[in-house]
């Protein structure tokens, strides 16, 4: 069993910053990749910015110079430093984790969400 646990949502004004948070504990041997998702009413979950184990990292197009993805191997920890918010960025932000478990099996974990408004 994965548990994936977020924090640091909330709410801001336009060009102000937050910092996302993901913890992930349980039966997990290695991390393989990690990253961030969101999600807005009626649409599909999009991707956000990922890192993998041995890769650099990838932003979607709008995020790119404003969101900073890093890790902390020995905490399990993936964060998203967002700064300059836009209004455009309000959204639920799911963690995601691509991990092999004990038995050597790779599979995908997701976050509960957290929220992110951004607005005046």
């Known amino acids: 069993q994965v548990q994936l646990v977020e924090s640091g949502g909330g709410l801001v004004q336009p060009g102000g910053s937050l910092r996302l948070s993901c913890e992930a504990s349980g039966s997990i041997v290695n991390i393989i990749n990690m990253g961030w998702y969101r999600r807005v009413p009626g649409k599909q979950r999009a991707f956000v910015a990922s890192l993998g184990t041995k890769s650099g990292a990838y932003y979607e197009d709008s995020v790119k110079g404003r969101f900073t993805i890093s890790r902390d191997n020995a905490k399990n920890t993936v964060y998203l430093q967002m700064n300059r918010l836009k209004s455009g960025d309000t959204a639920v932000y799911y963690c995601?984790?691509?991990?092999?478990?004990?038995?050597?099996?790779?599979?995908?974990?997701w976050g509960q969400g957290t929220q992110v408004t951004v607005s005046s």
């Open positions: 995601w984790v691509l991990a092999g478990d004990e038995y050597g099996v790779a599979s995908d974990y």
